[in-house]
């Protein structure tokens, strides 16, 4: 299966923004939710945030909302995540994946991630 590719993270004052991006197959994506999630250093991967295929339903952990906004462009197999406001806890690798009903389960493989470091 072929691996997503993130890019677009870097280093941030906070209060900075960012915008991911994420570039997956056609299999991944096609018809398919697809979600933002991140792992800090010592920690489990966890959800951010998520989008239906077409576009319309977004879902969001409780500490981004009002921040990071999802979406997608269906045309380019691309799903981005703008960080506005960012924070230190928001320092993490993050990575893309397609993910079931649910919004917030992942299953498809993982790329490389991004790094994105926010400074205080």
């Known amino acids: 299966q072929v691996q997503p590719v993130e890019s677009g993270g870097g280093l941030v004052q906070a209060g900075g923004s960012l915008r991911l991006s994420c570039v997956a197959s056609g299999r991944t994506f096609s018809r398919n939710a697809m979600g933002w999630f991140r792992q800090a250093p010592g920690k489990e991967r966890e959800f951010v945030a998520a989008?239906?295929?077409?576009?319309?339903?977004?879902k969001y952990q409780d500490s981004v909302k009002g921040r990071f906004t999802i979406s997608r462009d269906n045309a380019k197999n691309t799903v981005y995540l703008q960080m506005n406001n960012q924070k230190p806890e928001d320092t993490a690798v993050y990575y893309c994946?397609?993910?079931?009903?649910?919004?917030?389960?992942?299953?498809?493989?993982w790329g490389q991630g991004t790094q994105v470091t926010v400074s205080s």
């Open positions: 989008i239906s295929w077409i576009g319309g339903t977004t």
């Open positions: 994946n397609s993910v079931l009903s649910d919004f917030s389960t992942p299953f498809s493989s």
